[in-house]
């Protein structure tokens, strides 16, 4: 006990005075016959007292909790801090994986921060240090003081760490076991219809910190969820809630994977926003990034004086856009870390879907790297075998372990295979970004109108391979910062045309192959970008424009779910009308499922010019429309059909009947059979 002026064995028939050592300073000695139990109590020169229970008096409770974690899976039962009882005393275990270090303590606000007072049991074999502290409790803060190899001392957050300090501080936090009283039992069992690839998902991706500005987890329970229940979106995807102590990062450069972000609330209050979406009907995805992590002092970067979580060379451990580090896939305690954390999210949180960020990083060794920067693979390829391996096995582990849940990639290239099953040599995705379609539609969207025709191709092309994988077609935040403006701003024309642009293209959207999602603020065509240090724009929703955008949007989301041809058969379920009107810029096709009754004939014009055009159709009898952007609802000039057409038997277009369409510039027509054809 360094800085104690007197220190006192203390036993049930009374205090010993322990002497100081004479070789060791602060090292003090007692000898003392066998007792049940004993304590030990220091004076120190301002008054202060200390009594603290000798932690080495309790056996190693390492085998007993690893136990609780069989296959490397769920290694947050075993790692890290667990309030615990033993020999009916209270305390906290603590253990961490650090092979190579030379010492490690657990320090904190119960013991002065000292490294020389918890030094830790190492279990050799499995590089895991471990201690029972009794009297340490819940919501005491520590962190690891870790030795390391290369002879530096390092104060580390616990990496299975279930709660953090909030920034500036970043300790981890000892957490009680959640108790949550979870009323969501006949969602997690029926969502798994919910997230196969005939169902409608509709996704409102969302940062949390500048949506509205209140309240965090639980202050968001009751706003957002009405806003999102209202709108009609079916999924909410939250940008990274690990903590993060670099707010600009978004929360895609984590330290605390197992620890919810402390700015927005306390574990327990993110599981009632989850609860709460659940009982709403509203499933609930998260962002997760096990591509790279930075090099905060206080997190995994050499964390035992080694490269533990990351590779020693740069070439294989760095990654150059970001100035973080990759985590080596090729370890098995790495990939256990990584696994256990996506199971982690999943059922302690009931989380329906982890989007998995910047795969195509990961299974890419030259990424971002030019010649003679990257290392090979060991046939000289350019593949991550590792990492490749590393998402089929997480894929297989997690929708084994977590039934009904969804995986997403964002995965940026053609590498085959993204959503085939592992067992067929796929990654074993449920889904995956369609980040080509999202970048040629928006290029072609940014053209002005007298210069679409050249290039037709940019919004037909998508369709050619929208059948080769499970797609979700994104507007993401990635698409609104850092100098690329709003998707209103994107669109060209005056000031009417660029919101009736952004309607038809999201009517070509939400009548496209693909599952949907779409940023906070578009939907309402918020016209600056996003900053993540600001709240949205909320007075351009009250605008009329605004309302009119929002309504757009929420009639596209009801008959998105509403008719099965728009959601039920993503892979086959299109058919081109007329995909090569590339001088008028008109576009038609339909959608549609086995046995139909109700198919979706989806018409759209790119020109600011109103057309009358021919169109073949499957059905003869009445069509009448459910949407038209035009309509003055939606801020538009309100010319249409009049509320519909009639198909006349003459063929056309590869179809037995045929009409004549009026669709107005800048403007979809959707059309369906009436139900009495």
Known sequence: MPDAAAVFLCCDDGKTPMQQHPDAAGLWTATMPVAPSYRFEAHFLDGAVYGWQDAYRYGSLFHDKWSQSPNGLRLWHSLGAHCVEVSGVKGTFFAVWAPNARRVSVVGDFNHWDGRRAPMRLQHGCGIWEIFLPDVTADALYKFEVLGADGIMRLKADPYGQQAERAPGNASIVTMKSAFAWTDKDWMTTRGSRHSPDAPISIYEIHLGSW????????????????????????????????????????????????????????????????????????????????????????????????????????????????TLIYNFGRREVKDFLTSNALYWLEEFHIDALRVDAVASMIYRDYSRPAGEWIPNIYGGNQNLEAIAFLQDLNTAVYREAPGIMMIAEESTSYPGVTRPVDQQGLGFGYKWNMGWMNDILRYMSRESIHKKYHHHEATFSTVYAGSEHYILPFSHDEVVHGKKSLLAKMPGDANQQFANLRALYAFMWGHPGKKLLFMGQEFAQSREWNHDENLNWWEADQPQGRAMSSFLRDLNRLYRRYPALHGSDRDGFTWVDANADQDSIFVWLRHVPNDPAPVLIAINMTPVDREVQIGLPRAGNWREILNSDAAVYGGGNLGNLGGISALDMPMQGQPYGATLTVPGLSAIWLTPDEQN
């Not at 706003?223 to 809630?241: A, K, N, R």
């Not at 620890?259 to 979406?277: E, H, I």
């Not at 609930?284 to 590779?311: C, K, Q, R, S």
């Open 212 to 323: 509205r500005g209140q309240g965090g987890y639980e202050g968001l329970c009751v706003s957002l969820l009405d806003y999102i229940e209202d709108m009609g979106f079916t999924h909410i995807e939250l940008m990274p809630v690990h903590e993060h102590p670099f707010a600009g990062s978004w929360g895609y450069q984590p330290v605390g994977l197992y620890a919810p972000a402390a700015r927005y609330g306390k574990p327990d209050q993110l599981r009632t926003f989850v609860n709460a979406a659940h009982s709403r009907g509203i499933g609930v995805i998260l962002d997760w990034v096990p591509a790279h992590f930075p090099e905060d002092p206080h997190g995994l970067a050499m964390f035992d004086g080694t490269a533990l979580y990351e590779h020693q060379d740069s070439r294989e451990g760095r990654h150059p856009d970001w100035g």
